[in-house]
């Protein structure tokens, strides 16, 4: 079965860190472009963080950059977000995607503006709350 499975969520106070994993089974993360991305009650998805499948190329969303980073191992087929300086406001869901296309900072950015995906996670909640 293709699919992706985030873990990692929970509740964090603010000024805290956590970090998410994506892991694939079914298929190498390693020949995909992935992303993070994030909804909130009553808002529209954000994408968040996605990072080329070569080049290492990555594009970041204006409210994460500083905070939040990416990261493969594929070796263990997963990739990662580490979220450090947590405010109330990054509490959502969070979902990781992957994409099959030619990397490249264009894709990467055009991933995260628009949510294009191949496969799709089922979420893992956030929430930063003292």
């Known amino acids: 079965q293709l699919q992706l499975v985030e873990s990692g969520g929970g509740l964090v106070q603010p000024g805290g860190s956590l970090r998410l994993s994506c892991t694939a089974s079914?298929?190498?993360?390693?020949?995909?472009?992935i992303g993070w991305f994030r909804q909130a009650p009553g808002k529209e998805r954000e994408g968040v963080l996605c990072i080329s499948s070569s080049e290492g190329a990555t594009y970041s969303a204006d409210s994460v950059k500083g905070r939040f980073t990416i990261s493969r191992d594929n070796a263990k087929n997963t990739v990662y977000l580490q979220m450090n300086s947590l405010k109330s406001e990054d509490t959502a869901v969070y979902y990781c995607?992957?994409?099959?296309?030619?990397?490249?900072?264009?894709?990467?950015?055009?991933?995260?503006?628009?949510?294009?995906?191949?496969?799709w996670g089922q979420g893992t909640q956030v929430t930063v709350s003292s």
């Open positions: 995607a992957a994409l099959f296309a030619k990397g490249g900072f264009t894709t990467v950015q055009s991933m995260c503006v628009n949510g294009g995906h191949d496969y």
């Open positions: 079914g298929f190498a993360l390693e020949y995909y472009n």
